[in-house]
């Protein structure tokens, strides 16, 4: 939730900068701001983490100002440590990258505004984290689409990326069965509010049921004890009730809403737009309803496992209720990040996606 009035943020190391503050803005104490237009900003998803607050700052016409560039602000900047609230780290997620969903929500599910790494487990939902205001997706790894530094993809550097206007580019492995003779995948100039994250658009074929489906090939996950592993991605759709679509971390497979054998993914099928958290093990499923899709808006999907003792879905940067792991994926069975999308009509126009991030601290 965005902030409404002053946060504890014990600063252990860190420069400071002044900044013109925006129009009519209030921006509190220990929250986290955007430089935007020359004016900072209370950040907001999707764009570029410029630091946090150290003194409050209310440029308000009530207090006497109010114009953009009456009073400035003060804000850490570069890399500075702090102690944060942090849902669900525990001392497995040292190395794990720390996401802002607005000024004063810090996510561990991947979104669009990286704003630093957990350096040191302290308690239970409390980490020490070493924020960066240099860090941006566009520092975090080779693409618009993809998987970035620290995913390990048999213990070697980063994966590769859905990218280049056409096609399926590295090692993403189209496995469609009922899809169109072509891969039709491009990149979006402008497919969110942000200037910081692009995307792609998956198209299927305008018949009904036709489909569009990719693995990344080589990338194998094994969901084993102390070893968390994180996913993320951010989609959109026309029409959420004549659509199928999962996306997730899973098996290698040609079938993926058919019978897919063991994974962790998001599943909407034909269902007013529900989108289902599914955990399977050997063919055995369990699931719980994690958000209901809006046409033609945005969401943010996200999950962790922990690498101990629960899955958390997220959404929009929220936590939802822990999952058990009852069906959590085969130890022994490689898992990779998969998409299937099925266009359930001929107006549908396809599947909307700014990112898809994966990645396991091993």
Same mark, same amino acid.
């Given at each position: 939730?965005?902030?409404?009035?002053?946060?504890?943020?014990?600063? !252990?190391?860190?420069?400071?900068?002044?900044?013109?503050?925006?129009?009519?803005?209030?921006?509190?104490?220990?929250? !986290?701001?955007?430089?935007?237009?020359?004016?900072?900003?209370?950040?907001?998803?999707?764009?570029?983490?410029?630091?946090?607050?150290?003194?409050?700052?209310?440029?308000?016409?009530?207090?006497?100002?109010?114009?953009?560039?009456?009073?400035?602000?003060?804000?850490?900047?570069?890399?500075?440590?702090?102690?944060?609230?942090?849902?669900?780290?525990?001392?497995?997620? *040292?190395?794990?990258?720390?996401?802002?969903? &607005?000024?004063?929500?810090? =996510? @561990?599910?991947?979104?669009?505004?990286? *704003?630093?790494?957990?350096?040191?487990?302290?308690?239970?939902?409390?980490?020490?984290?070493?924020?960066?205001?240099? !860090?941006?997706?566009?520092? !975090?790894?080779?693409?618009?689409?993809?998987?970035?530094?620290?995913?390990?993809?048999?213990?070697?550097?980063?994966? =590769?990326?859905?990218?280049?206007?056409?096609?399926?580019?590295?090692?993403?492995?189209?496995?469609?069965? +009922?899809?169109?003779?072509?891969?039709? @995948?491009?990149?979006?100039?402008?497919?969110?509010?942000?200037?910081? =994250?692009?995307?792609?658009?998956?198209?299927?074929?305008?018949?009904? +049921?036709?489909?569009?489906?990719?693995?990344?090939?080589?990338?194998?996950?094994?969901?084993?004890?102390?070893?968390? #592993?994180?996913?993320?991605?951010? #989609?959109?759709?026309?029409?959420?009730?004549?659509? &199928?679509?999962?996306?997730?971390?899973?098996?290698? %497979?040609?079938?993926?809403?058919?019978?897919?054998?063991?994974?962790?993914?998001?599943?909407?099928? %034909?269902?007013?737009?529900?989108?289902? #958290?599914?955990?399977?093990?050997?063919?055995?499923?369990?699931?719980?309803?994690?958000?209901?899709?809006? +046409?033609?808006?945005?969401?943010?999907?996200?999950?962790?496992?922990?690498?101990?003792?629960?899955?958390?879905?997220?959404?929009?940067?929220?936590?939802?209720?822990? *999952?058990?792991?009852?069906?959590?994926?085969?130890?022994?069975?490689? =898992?990779?990040?998969?998409?299937?999308?099925?266009?359930?009509?001929?107006?549908?126009?396809?599947?909307?996606?700014?990112?898809?991030?994966?990645?396991? #601290?091993?």
């Amino acid at each position: 939730m965005s902030a409404s009035a002053d946060a504890v943020l014990n600063i !252990m190391r860190g420069e400071t900068v002044k900044y013109p503050v925006t129009a009519t803005t209030s921006l509190y104490k220990g929250s !986290m701001i955007s430089k935007r237009g020359g004016y900072a900003s209370a950040l907001v998803d999707g764009y570029k983490f410029n630091g946090h607050v150290k003194s409050t700052v209310l440029n308000t016409v009530a207090e006497g100002y109010g114009a953009a560039g009456d009073l400035n602000v003060e804000v850490y900047t570069g890399k500075y440590t702090a102690e944060i609230a942090l849902t669900g780290v525990n001392e497995y997620m *040292v190395g794990a990258y720390v996401y802002a969903y &607005d000024d004063n929500t810090y =996510c @561990l599910a991947p979104l669009r505004t990286p *704003v630093g790494i957990v350096r040191r487990y302290v308690s239970s939902g409390v980490a020490e984290v070493e924020f960066d205001t240099n !860090m941006g997706r566009e520092t !975090m790894g080779a693409g618009v689409v993809g998987i970035f530094e620290g995913f390990k993809k048999n213990n070697l550097g980063p994966a =590769c990326v859905i990218a280049n206007n056409s096609g399926v580019a590295g090692s993403w492995v189209r496995t469609s069965v +009922n899809g169109p003779g072509a891969v039709v @995948l491009q990149t979006i100039a402008a497919i969110g509010a942000s200037p910081y =994250c692009n995307g792609v658009l998956i198209t299927p074929d305008v018949a009904e +049921n036709d489909s569009e489906s990719f693995q990344l090939s080589g990338a194998q996950f094994m969901f084993v004890d102390t070893h968390p #592993i994180f996913f993320g991605t951010r #989609i959109k759709v026309a029409d959420v009730t004549n659509i &199928d679509l999962i996306m997730g971390i899973g098996a290698v %497979d040609t079938a993926l809403l058919a019978a897919w054998s063991d994974n962790i993914s998001f599943r909407v099928v %034909d269902a007013a737009g529900t989108c289902f #958290i599914i955990t399977e093990k050997a063919t055995t499923e369990a699931s719980a309803t994690a958000t209901t899709l809006v +046409n033609d808006t945005y969401v943010n999907l996200g999950f962790l496992w922990d690498g101990a003792s629960a899955i958390y879905p997220y959404v929009n940067g929220t936590r939802g209720t822990v *999952v058990a792991t009852t069906y959590l994926p085969t130890s022994t069975v490689g =898992c990779t990040p998969s998409i299937e999308f099925t266009a359930g009509a001929a107006s549908e126009v396809g599947l909307y996606m700014s990112f898809l991030d994966a990645y396991q #601290i091993l």
